[in-house]
């Protein structure tokens, strides 16, 4: 069968994986909530389409009642497939007091929305199990890239520099996210592999606000102390302040053999403010 890529979910992450795909001469479709359009195909017809598809990313997030593809499509498992990847989290490691976790870290998820991504995480092996294909499971940190990173927030005067101390965010500039994703698929596991997404030095987030705000030329916010903004944040922003863990990806870069090309904030910036992002 001629390999075929289909993308479960075209948004961010799942365009930047298209266009790498694409680029790379990726016979490819990826679903869309709208009318599709060229490359597209709409989610009812995804099933069908396993029957042409050899590798198969799964992007879209699980909800309440589990993952939405292997909820609606999974009777069509395996079709042509002998590749899938799913795009999980780094949440899914739960907090660690700032400790390192890597890719063979027990999951220790707090969050509800962790413990759903985890779930997913199992229902995949199963599926990957019962239907012999290989699973890459990607453990996805904070995703930035043009249009979404710190730019946009001192753009929209809606940037904040909150201070926690020994507290660090890992991150992935969603290039990374692509080369990883088309790597993967070129050397794919025998059975399931864990992958950790993420850049090679978690920063402080005042400290990677600050440091746009100067690539930018324009006066960074001032400093505030974490205890006092946090009754100010969402119950979402305060879950992401809740937990402060390390991700090593030395196993994931060996497995693909691959550099991140943004091995840090500073190099992922610099690159975004020269494509006008």
């Known amino acids: ?36 359009g060229a490359g597209q195909i709409s989610f009812a017809a995804a099933g069908a389409a396993l029957a042409q598809t050899t590798h198969l990313l799964m992007t879209a997030p699980p909800g309440e009642s589990g993952d939405p593809f292997l909820a609606a499509h999974g009777g069509a498992l395996p079709g042509g497939l002998i590749w899938a990847g799913y795009l999980s989290t780094t949440g899914v490691y739960g907090d660690r007091d700032g400790g390192w976790v890597d890719e063979a870290t027990p999951p220790a998820p707090g969050q509800p929305r962790s413990l759903r991504r985890l779930e997913a995480e199992q229902a995949w092996r199963a599926a990957a199990v019962a239907g012999g294909f290989a699973l890459d499971i990607f453990r996805v940190a904070g995703i930035y890239g043009p249009g979404r990173s710190a730019f946009d927030d001192l753009r929209a005067g809606q940037a904040r ?117």
């Not at 390999?3 to 948004?11: D, S, V």
């Not at 016979?27 to 599709?36: M, N, S, V, W």
């Not at 974490?226 to 390390?246: H, I, L, P």
């Not at 091995?263 to 403010?273: D, F, N, Q, S, V």
């Open 1 to 36: 069968m001629t390999p075929r890529l289909l993308i479960i979910g075209g948004g961010y992450s799942g365009g930047a994986v298209a266009r790498a795909a694409a680029a790379a001469g990726w016979d490819l479709a990826a679903t869309t909530r709208g009318a599709p």
């Open 161 to 277: 520099r909150t201070h926690k101390p020994g507290h660090a965010f890992g991150r992935i500039h969603v290039e990374d996210i692509a080369a990883a994703v088309l790597a993967a698929m070129s050397h794919p596991p025998d059975g399931a592999r864990v992958l950790n997404l993420t850049d090679d030095e978690a920063a402080e987030s005042a400290v990677v606000v600050e440091h746009a705000a100067a690539l930018l030329g324009v006066a960074a916010p001032p400093l505030r102390d974490y205890a006092e903004a946090a009754s100010g944040m969402s119950e979402m922003a305060r879950s992401f302040w809740a937990e402060n863990r390390r991700v090593a990806n030395a196993a994931t870069k060996a497995a693909l053999g691959i550099a991140w090309r943004y091995p840090t904030y500073r190099e992922g910036l610099a690159a975004i403010l020269r494509s006008g992002g």
